[in-house]
Every structure is written in structure tokens, then in C-alpha cells.
């Protein structure tokens, strides 16, 4: 197994089933009932909750590419409206939700689950999938990752298709984690880093800077900076030094990622594959997740 290469093709499986928690309309309306205001409050508090009531600076420092003034319009105020506790609540009843519209309410040992049923992938396979999902999880090396250690300290979910949720978001947070540590190593702050990704082409520029809450002066300050470096040009695209950097960035990240696949080996892998990758495909075409979208991920449909 090329674990890195396998990192990568996993995460973009595995990357859908986490964003429902912020973009799914069950999972935004769980928030709103807890109490939380608006899509913003609901996504810093719904991702920050694992790691208890913490204020704005350790946001910043963790999510890495937020305009700080966004992050303080959101936090510390969320936990007046929700604890923590209430938070992790709601993101799990809306999870729960969304799954049961996309993938349907079959959850007995027999029933196929409506929408990927076709494909041969039914209750049991989903049990199945979620045990692999745990066994690459548990054990992992969490040192200096403050998301991933937040989410694995969590109860696992009963539930098949719940527990294969909070592995994809261990998962998830795992690998952010690591790419956060690869973006500082090559000596990117976090806007100079959404700088270098529109310039791969991978997102928008506009939908970048406003999902990151960034305005024209500060995005151009630090296109300014990458382009004295010469990683961008002028007109904002790579360079070839850029590009080469960028690529490095990505692999490291890979690099990084990439315990969880060892640990499953091969075979373990691919049986999970199977099952993440219909139910990605599925999550893409119901519409619950933007595509493109602030993650620069292409979802599959």
C-alpha cells in the first residue's frame, strides 16, 4: 500500500460524510433549536465543542484561516446561548437526521438503506464499516493535534451509520491537524495559505474570501507578500516555485495522514472504501453539501 496516496483518495471519501455536521439544513436547524445564531455561530461552536468552552484565540490558532473578527462575532457568546455539551447534542441529532434523508431509515440487520441499497451496501455493511472506521481511529498518534485529540476524547455513537460519522470526523480532524503543521512548516500564516490555494485553481477566490471572512485590502496584502516570495503572480496564479511548494505542502499532509491507513492495512481499507465511497457519492448528489464549497473539496455525485 502507498499509504499517503491511500490518505488521500480516503480523505476525499471520507471529507463529505464530515461536512454534512456544518451544511446539512437538519444540522443547521439542530443548532438553531440549541439555541446558537446563525450558520457562523452554529458551524465555530459545532466544530469547537469537543474541545469545551473555549474562546476565540484558540479557535483562531486551531481553525487556522478565519478572519479573527468573524471567529469573535461567534465566540465567546455561543456558549451563553449553548454549552458545549448542549452543542455536541445538536450535531449529533442532525447528523443523525441528515443520514436518515440521504441514505434512508433502514437500520435493521436485514434492510437494505435506501439510495445505496443498489449498490449492494445495506445495514450490515454499514455495521461493518463502521468497526473498520474504528479500528483505524483508536490508537491513534494525536500529539499536536488539538481537533483530532478533541474528537477522539468523545463517547462513540451506538449507531452504525454514527459511529462511522465520528470516525470520518477523527478522520477529518486528524488530517487537518497535520495540514495546518505543513502549511506553518513551509512558513504560510493562514491567509497567505487561502491565498496559495485559489491560486491551484482548486476554489474560488471569491468564495474563499468570503467564507473565510477576509476584505479585498487584507487578501491583496497577502497576495502582496506570496508574490515578493514568488509563489503567486501578479494576476494571482502559481508560479512554478509556487506550485512546487504547494505540492510539497500536500504531501506532507499525506505523509501525515497517513496512520491510520497502515493501521487498517490494505485489504481493511478497501472493504471500508466500498462502503464510504457510495455513501459520499450519494451525500454529493442530494444537494447537503455546497459544490464547490469553502472546503475546496470536489464532491462526488
Known amino acids: 500500500m502507498d499509504a499517503p496516496r491511500t490518505a488521500r483518495a480516503m480523505w476525499k471519501l471520507f471529507e463529505p460524510l464530515h461536512a454534512l455536521t456544518y451544511f446539512a439544513p437538519e444540522c443547521i436547524e439542530e443548532f438553531g433549536t440549541a439555541g446558537l445564531k446563525g450558520f ?81 451496501i445495506g445495514a450490515p455493511e454499514i455495521a461493518r464499516a463502521a468497526a473498520l472506521a474504528r479500528s483505524a481511529v483508536e490508537g491513534l498518534t494525536i500529539d499536536g493535534r488539538p481537533l483530532a485529540a478533541a474528537n477522539v476524547a468523545l463517547a462513540w455513537p451506538e449507531e452504525p451509520r454514527l459511529a462511522l460519522w465520528h470516525a470520518a470526523t477523527v478522520l477529518r480532524e486528524h488530517r487537518g491537524d497535520g495540514h495546518v503543521a505543513a502549511l506553518v512548516a513551509a512558513g504560510l500564516d493562514g491567509r497567505q495559505a487561502l491565498v496559495t490555494m485559489t491560486a491551484t485553481g482548486a476554489v474560488p477566490k471569491e468564495m474563499l474570501q468570503a467564507a473565510r471572512g477576509w476584505d479585498d485590502d487584507a ?64 451525500i454529493g448528489a442530494s444537494g447537503s453539501v455546497p459544490v464547490p464549497n469553502p472546503i475546496g473539496l470536489p464532491l462526488p455525485r
Open 219 to 282: 487578501w491583496e496584502a497577502s497576495a502582496g507578500t506570496l508574490v515578493e516570495r514568488g509563489w503567486i503572480n501578479e494576476d494571482g496564479t502559481q508560479t512554478a516555485s509556487g506550485a512546487k511548494a504547494r505540492e510539497d505542502i500536500e504531501d506532507l499532509t499525506d505523509l501525515l495522514a497517513a496512520e491510520p491507513w497502515e493501521r487498517l492495512g490494505e485489504d481493511g481499507t478497501d472493504a471500508l472504501r466500498a462502503v464510504l465511497a457510495p455513501i459520499a457519492s450519494a
Open 40 to 120: 457562523w455561530m452554529g458551524y465555530f461552536a459545532g466544530r469547537a465543542a469537543p474541545m469545551g468552552e473555549v474562546g476565540p484565540a484558540v479557535v483562531d490558532a486551531t481553525f487556522f484561516s478565519f478572519n479573527p473578527d468573524r471567529v469573535r462575532r461567534a465566540l465567546p457568546d455561543a456558549w451563553s446561548f449553548a454549552p458545549p455539551d448542549r452543542v455536541l447534542d445538536a450535531r449529533l441529532a442532525g447528523v443523525a437526521r441528515a443520514l436518515e434523508r440521504i441514505l434512508g431509515a433502514g437500520s435493521g440487520a436485514d434492510g437494505d438503506v435506501a439510495g445505496i441499497g443498489a449498490r449492494g
